[in-house]
C-alpha cells in the first residue's frame, strides 16, 4: 500500500530444519538506516519472530524495492 510496488514476489521454501518466508517488491523501498524509525510494526515482527525462535531481516534501498524474510526453525 505505503511502497507503490507494481509487482510483488513471494517465495516459500521449506527444508526439514527450517521454514523460509521471502517477500520482494519493486516499490519506493526505503533508506537502510531508518529502519529503526518505522514504527510499531515492525517491533511487532521482531518481538513476534524472538517468541518462535526466528531469524528476519529486511532489505532496502531508497527507489529500488523491499525484500523481507524470516526463517522459522522447524521442531
Not at 511502497?3 to 527444508?15: E, G, P, Q, V
Amino acid at each position: 500500500k505505503h511502497a507503490n510496488a507494481s509487482k510483488i514476489l513471494i517465495d516459500l521454501h521449506c527444508t526439514s530444519k527450517r521454514l523460509t518466508l521471502k517477500v520482494e517488491d519493486d516499490g519506493d523501498g526505503f533508506v537502510q538506516k531508518q529502519i529503526d524509525k518505522f514504527g510499531i510494526g515492525l517491533e511487532n515482527i521482531k518481538h513476534r519472530a524472538s517468541e518462535i525462535n526466528a531469524k528476519y531481516k529486511f532489505i532496502g534501498s531508497k527507489n529500488n524495492g523491499t525484500i523481507f524474510q524470516i526463517s522459522v526453525p522447524i521442531k
